[in-house]
């Protein structure tokens, strides 16, 4: 009498062929379902590699330094002036004739300023909060192993 597992092994060769192909079928059937542990998983993998990429590449980029902060304090310069050159407006039309020019002047430089708040934000979180950086995804990353685990 033939056992399933003898049939099977003469028709696709031996018993080890034909646990080698019930292997390969359950883990083609596990990879079928993509859990979201292993989503989550998957996730916190790719933002460590991004993390990592940003770092390696701030390290071989050390030279342009000089390069960067100059930019940066151009921008910040800018967004600070337009956010002072409001300001001035706003107050000088107070004391103004006819101030709605100025007013007029002061709300389109504030909106003006207002589109480059975020640019702004990330240039003064690289520049002040760079050397924490790694404290802060450590403290973010088990936070959220918590929250996945709960």
Not at 84 to 101: C, D, G, H, R, Y
Not at 118 to 139: E, K
């Amino acid at each position: 009498m033939f056992g399933i597992g003898s049939l099977l092994g003469k028709i696709f060769g031996t018993e080890k062929a034909t646990a080698a192909i019930v292997d390969n079928v359950s883990k083609g059937l596990d990879a079928l379902v993509y859990t979201p542990e292993e989503k989550a998983q998957d996730a916190a993998k790719d933002r460590a590699a991004a993390r990592q990429m940003i770092v390696r590449w701030m390290e071989t980029t050390k030279g342009q330094n000089l390069a960067r902060r100059l930019i940066a304090l151009s921008i910040v310069a800018v967004w600070l002036f337009q956010y002072v050159a409001s300001m001035l407006l706003s107050v000088t039309s107070i004391w103004v004739a006819a101030p709605e020019k100025l007013i007029a002047s002061a709300q389109i430089i504030k909106e003006s300023a207002k589109g480059l708040n975020s640019p702004i934000m990330l240039i003064l979180a690289f520049y002040f909060s760079a050397p924490y950086m790694g404290d802060i995804a450590r403290g973010v990353m088990s936070k959220f192993k918590k929250d996945l685990n709960s």
